[in-house]
C-alpha cells in the first residue's frame, strides 16, 4: 500500500486538519473574553458610552467565535475513539483526568456564565452582570489551563506508571495529578499560548478598528478600540518572545530532536548557530546552504553563548541506543520552516504594534466639522507629521487590516511545529504514533470521514466569515434607554415584559 494512503498518515491529515481549524477560534476567544470584560469594566467605572458601545460590538463578534469553536471543538473527543482507539485505552487514565476537569470545571464556567451575560443585560445589575462576563474569561483560561496539562502530558510524561497487568494489555495509570498540572513543561507552555492568544486578539482588534477608521466611522469606539489593540499587541508581543524563550529551554532539555530539528542542526557543536536559513539533504543529514549567526542556539537552548548542542544525527543516534532500532527524526523541513513562520509572524505583529501605537501618539485626522454617524468631531490629528499623514495613514489602515492575520498564522505554524516536532511519538518517549491508531479502521473509512469533515468545516469556515463581516461592517450598534440605565436589583424593574431582549443574537 503506498504510505501517503496508509490509515495511519490518513489519520494524522484528518487530525491536523481538524485540530488546527478549531485553534484558528481558540485564541480569539480567550483574548476577545478578557478585552470584552475590560471594556465593559471601563463602562461600569465610567459610565461612558463608547465604552458599552465597544462592549457590545466586541462581545458580539466573540459570541460568533466562541459558537463556532464550541461546534468544532467537540470532533477532537470523538476522533480519540474513531481513529486513536489504541491511543485512548493505553494513556485514557492519564489523558482523560485534564480533560475530565476541562469539562466539569471550565466549561462550566463558560456556559453557565455566558447565558447570564447573554441575557441578563435588561435583568441584572451592572457589577453583577459584569462580574459574569469575567467568569466567561476565567473559564476560557482555565480551559485552556487543563487541555495545555494534558498536552503537555503528550511531550513530557510524568506522574504515571506503567502497568503490565491489565487483561487487555499495559496501560498507563495517574499516579500524581498534581504532577501533570504542574510541571514546568504545563507552566511554560501555557504562559506561551496565552501570550501568543492575546497577540490574536489584539490584532484582530486593530484590524477591525483600521477598517473602520479609514472610512472615518464611529471614530470615539474605533479610536478606543485601536489603542487598546495596540497595546494588547505590544505586551502580547513581548510577552511571547520571553515565553517562547523559556519553553525553548524546557524543550531542549525534554525533547533535544525538536530543537536540533527547528535549527537544522545535523551535527553537535560549541558553540551552536543559529540558523537564518539553510537548505538541507535529509537523506545524506547535512546542509547545503546554511546562513548563520554564531552562539544563538546555545543561548536559545542553555543561556550560554558557548555551550554544547547535540544535532540532529547525535540524538537519532541516542535514541536508537535508548529505544531500539529506528528512525527518531521528525520531518526536519516542517519543523524548520514552521518555526521560522511561527517566529516570524509573530514577531511581525509586535513590530506593527510598536509602529501603531508610535503612530497614533497624537489623535486621529479627522476633517474639519465631519459627521461620522454619531457626534460631530472636532479637527483631529492622527500623526505629529501633518505634512506624511495622508500617505503614512492610507498604507498604514491597509497594513492595520492585514495584520489580523499574522498571529493566526503564526499560531497555527506554532502548534504545527510543536506536534509534528514530536514525532514519531504521541507519547514522547512511551508510545510511538504508529502504535496509536485504531487497528480495525480501514483506509477508506479514514478517507471517507476526512473528506466529509474537510468540507463541513470549509462550510463553517464560509459561515463564520460572513457572519463576522456582516456584524463589522455594521459596526457598534446604537444605544437605547434600556441600556444606558440597566436595573439596579436582580430580575430587573418593572418595564414592558413582551420587549425584546436586550442582547440576543
Same mark, same amino acid.
Given at each position: 500500500?503506498?504510505?501517503?494512503?496508509?490509515?495511519?498518515?490518513?489519520?494524522?491529515?484528518?487530525?491536523?486538519?481538524?485540530?488546527?481549524?478549531?485553534?484558528?477560534?481558540?485564541?480569539?476567544?480567550?483574548?476577545?473574553? %478578557?478585552?470584552?470584560?475590560?471594556?465593559?469594566?471601563?463602562?461600569?467605572?465610567?459610565?461612558?458610552?463608547?465604552?458599552?458601545?465597544?462592549?457590545?460590538?466586541?462581545?458580539?463578534?466573540?459570541?460568533?467565535?466562541?459558537?463556532?469553536?464550541?461546534?468544532?471543538?467537540?470532533?477532537?473527543?470523538?476522533?480519540?475513539?474513531?481513529?486513536?482507539?489504541?491511543?485512548?485505552?493505553?494513556?485514557?487514565?492519564?489523558?482523560?483526568?485534564?480533560?475530565?476537569?476541562?469539562?466539569?470545571?471550565?466549561?462550566?464556567?463558560?456556559?453557565?456564565?455566558?447565558?447570564?451575560?447573554?441575557?441578563?443585560?435588561?435583568?441584572?445589575?451592572?457589577?453583577?452582570?459584569?462580574?459574569?462576563?469575567?467568569?466567561?474569561?476565567?473559564?476560557?483560561?482555565?480551559?485552556?489551563?487543563?487541555?495545555?496539562?494534558?498536552?503537555?502530558?503528550?511531550?513530557?510524561?510524568?506522574?504515571?506508571?506503567?502497568?503490565?497487568?491489565?487483561?487487555?494489555?499495559?496501560?498507563?495509570?495517574?499516579?500524581?495529578?498534581?504532577?501533570?498540572?504542574?510541571?514546568?513543561?504545563?507552566?511554560?507552555?501555557?504562559?506561551?499560548?496565552?501570550?501568543?492568544?492575546?497577540?490574536?486578539?489584539?490584532?484582530?482588534?486593530?484590524?477591525?478598528?483600521?477598517?473602520?477608521?479609514?472610512?472615518?466611522?464611529?471614530?470615539?469606539?474605533?479610536?478606543?478600540?485601536?489603542?487598546?489593540?495596540?497595546?494588547?499587541?505590544?505586551?502580547?508581543?513581548?510577552?511571547? %518572545?520571553?515565553?517562547?524563550?523559556?519553553?525553548?529551554?524546557?524543550?531542549?532539555?525534554?525533547?533535544?530532536?525538536?530543537? %536540533?530539528?527547528?535549527?537544522?542542526?545535523?551535527?553537535?557543536?560549541?558553540?551552536?548557530?543559529?540558523?537564518?536559513?539553510?537548505?538541507?539533504?535529509?537523506?545524506?543529514?547535512?546542509?547545503?546552504?546554511?546562513?548563520?549567526?554564531?552562539?544563538?542556539?546555545?543561548?536559545?537552548?542553555?543561556?550560554?553563548?558557548?555551550?554544547?548542542?547535540?544535532?540532529?544525527?547525535?540524538?537519532?543516534? %541516542?535514541?536508537?541506543?535508548?529505544?531500539?532500532?529506528?528512525?527518531?527524526?521528525?520531518?526536519?523541513?516542517?519543523?524548520?520552516?514552521?518555526?521560522?513562520?511561527?517566529?516570524?509572524?509573530?514577531?511581525?505583529?509586535?513590530?506593527?504594534?510598536?509602529?501603531?501605537?508610535?503612530?497614533?501618539?497624537?489623535?486621529?485626522?479627522?476633517?474639519?466639522?465631519?459627521?461620522?454617524?454619531?457626534?460631530?468631531?472636532?479637527?483631529?490629528?492622527?500623526?505629529?507629521?501633518?505634512?506624511?499623514?495622508?500617505?503614512?495613514?492610507?498604507?498604514?489602515?491597509?497594513?492595520?487590516?492585514?495584520?489580523?492575520?499574522?498571529?493566526?498564522?503564526?499560531?497555527?505554524?506554532?502548534?504545527?511545529?510543536?506536534?509534528?516536532?514530536?514525532?514519531?511519538?504521541?507519547?514522547?518517549?512511551?508510545?510511538?504514533?504508529?502504535?496509536?491508531?485504531?487497528?480495525?479502521?480501514?483506509?477508506?473509512?479514514?478517507?471517507?470521514?476526512?473528506?466529509?469533515?474537510?468540507?463541513?468545516?470549509?462550510?463553517?469556515?464560509?459561515?463564520?466569515?460572513?457572519?463576522?463581516?456582516?456584524?463589522?461592517?455594521?459596526?457598534?450598534?446604537?444605544?437605547?434607554?434600556?441600556?444606558?440605565?440597566?436595573?439596579?436589583?436582580?430580575?430587573?424593574?418593572?418595564?414592558?415584559?413582551?420587549?425584546?431582549?436586550?442582547?440576543?443574537?
Amino acid at each position: 500500500m503506498d504510505l501517503a494512503l496508509a490509515p495511519e498518515t490518513l489519520a494524522r491529515w484528518q487530525f491536523g486538519i481538524t485540530t488546527v481549524y478549531h485553534f484558528l477560534f481558540v485564541p480569539l476567544t480567550i483574548s476577545l473574553a %478578557a478585552l470584552t470584560a475590560g471594556l465593559q469594566t471601563a463602562w461600569v467605572r465610567t459610565e461612558k458610552e463608547k465604552y458599552l458601545r465597544a462592549t457590545k460590538f466586541w462581545g458580539k463578534l466573540f459570541l460568533i467565535n466562541i459558537a463556532m469553536g464550541v461546534v468544532t471543538g467537540i470532533v477532537q473527543e470523538f476522533q480519540f475513539g474513531m481513529n486513536w482507539s489504541d491511543y485512548s485505552r493505553f494513556v485514557g487514565d492519564v489523558f482523560g483526568a485534564p480533560l475530565a476537569f476541562e469539562a466539569l470545571i471550565a466549561f462550566f464556567f463558560e456556559s453557565t456564565f455566558i447565558g447570564l451575560w447573554i441575557f441578563g443585560w435588561d435583568k441584572l445589575p451592572k457589577k453583577i452582570h459584569l462580574a459574569c462576563i469575567w467568569m466567561v474569561s476565567i473559564g476560557t483560561i482555565l480551559s485552556a489551563y487543563f487541555i495545555l496539562a494534558a498536552n503537555s502530558w503528550m511531550q513530557h510524561p510524568v506522574g504515571y506508571r506503567i502497568n503490565e497487568d491489565r487483561g487487555q494489555g499495559a496501560r498507563a495509570e495517574l499516579t500524581d495529578f498534581w504532577a501533570v498540572l504542574t510541571q514546568n513543561t504545563a507552566l511554560t507552555q501555557f504562559f506561551h499560548t496565552m501570550t501568543a492568544a492575546f497577540l490574536v486578539g489584539g490584532a484582530f482588534m486593530v484590524g477591525i478598528a483600521a477598517f473602520h477608521l479609514a472610512r472615518k466611522r464611529h471614530v470615539p469606539v474605533m479610536r478606543t478600540s485601536l489603542r487598546l489593540g495596540l497595546i494588547t499587541l505590544i505586551i502580547a508581543g513581548l510577552g511571547t %518572545a520571553i515565553s517562547g524563550d523559556m519553553l525553548g529551554k524546557v524543550m531542549f532539555k525534554q525533547q533535544p530532536m525538536k530543537m %536540533a530539528a527547528a535549527e537544522a542542526l545535523w551535527d553537535g557543536e560549541a558553540p551552536a548557530p543559529f540558523s537564518i536559513f539553510a537548505v538541507g539533504d535529509v537523506d545524506k543529514g547535512h546542509n547545503k546552504v546554511a546562513i548563520e549567526v554564531p552562539g544563538i542556539l546555545s543561548y536559545l537552548a542553555n543561556g550560554d553563548f558557548h555551550s554544547y548542542v547535540p544535532g540532529i544525527n547525535d540524538v537519532n543516534k %541516542a535514541e536508537q541506543e535508548k529505544y531500539g532500532p529506528g528512525d527518531y527524526r521528525p520531518n526536519i523541513p516542517v519543523a524548520y520552516w514552521g518555526f521560522r513562520w511561527m517566529i516570524g509572524f509573530g514577531m511581525a505583529s509586535l513590530t506593527l504594534g510598536v509602529i501603531g501605537l508610535w503612530l497614533t501618539r497624537k489623535k486621529f485626522l479627522i476633517a474639519p466639522g465631519l459627521r461620522t454617524g454619531e457626534d460631530e468631531v472636532p479637527n483631529l490629528v492622527l500623526f505629529k507629521n501633518k505634512a506624511l499623514s495622508p500617505k503614512i495613514g492610507k498604507w498604514y489602515w491597509v497594513v492595520a487590516l492585514w495584520t489580523m492575520l499574522f498571529p493566526l498564522i503564526a499560531n497555527s505554524w506554532g502548534w504545527i511545529f510543536t506536534e509534528m516536532g514530536r514525532q514519531p511519538w504521541v507519547v514522547y518517549g512511551v508510545m510511538k504514533t504508529s502504535a496509536a491508531v485504531s487497528p480495525g479502521t480501514s483506509q477508506g473509512e479514514v478517507l471517507t470521514s476526512m473528506i466529509v469533515f474537510t468540507t463541513l468545516y470549509a462550510i463553517l469556515a464560509v459561515i463564520e466569515v460572513k457572519l463576522l463581516v456582516k456584524y463589522v461592517k455594521a459596526g457598534p450598534p446604537e444605544l437605547t434607554e434600556d441600556d444606558l440605565n440597566p436595573p439596579t436589583r436582580i430580575g430587573g424593574d418593572a418595564r414592558d415584559p413582551d420587549r425584546p431582549m436586550a442582547f440576543s443574537y
